[in-house]
């Protein structure tokens, strides 16, 4: 089946950079968009940028600067590159991707989320 996995979340100190990866794999055909979001305690899950298999990107208004998301086709992988990291970054990140199965059926698949922490 198809799965979206996630990599790359620790710990940092205030001021550092994380970088996030995440592949697809399965029987997919194409990968339309993927995405990131992230999910604090008690809070709803809020986007941090998509981008599309043709390269066009959306970040959340907040989210612009020093966020920074890219995608390589070939290896069905997406990044978040995460700079000048503040303790309210401190979440679970997840990946998402909207992908077209090789049976022609096209959903939205989660990550199981990977923790970021940013320390004081």
């Known amino acids: 089946q198809v799965q979206v996995v996630e990599s790359g979340g620790g710990m940092v100190q205030t001021g550092g950079s994380l970088r996030l990866s995440c592949a697809a794999s399965?029987?997919?055909?194409?990968?339309?968009?993927m995405g990131w979001h992230r999910q604090t305690s008690g809070n709803a899950r809020e986007l941090i940028a998509t981008?599309?298999?043709?390269?066009?990107?959306h970040y959340a208004e907040s989210k612009k600067g020093r966020f920074t998301i890219s995608r390589d086709n070939a290896t069905k992988t997406v990044y978040l590159q995460m700079n000048d990291l503040k303790p309210e970054d401190t979440a679970v990140y997840y990946c998402?991707?909207?992908?077209?199965?090789?049976?022609?059926?096209?959903?939205?698949?989660w990550g199981q989320g990977t923790q970021v922490t940013v320390s004081s």
């Open positions: 981008i599309t298999n043709g390269g066009s990107i």
């Open positions: 399965g029987p997919i055909f194409s990968i339309l968009r």
């Open positions: 998402e991707a909207l992908i077209l199965t090789l049976s022609s059926r096209s959903r939205d698949y």
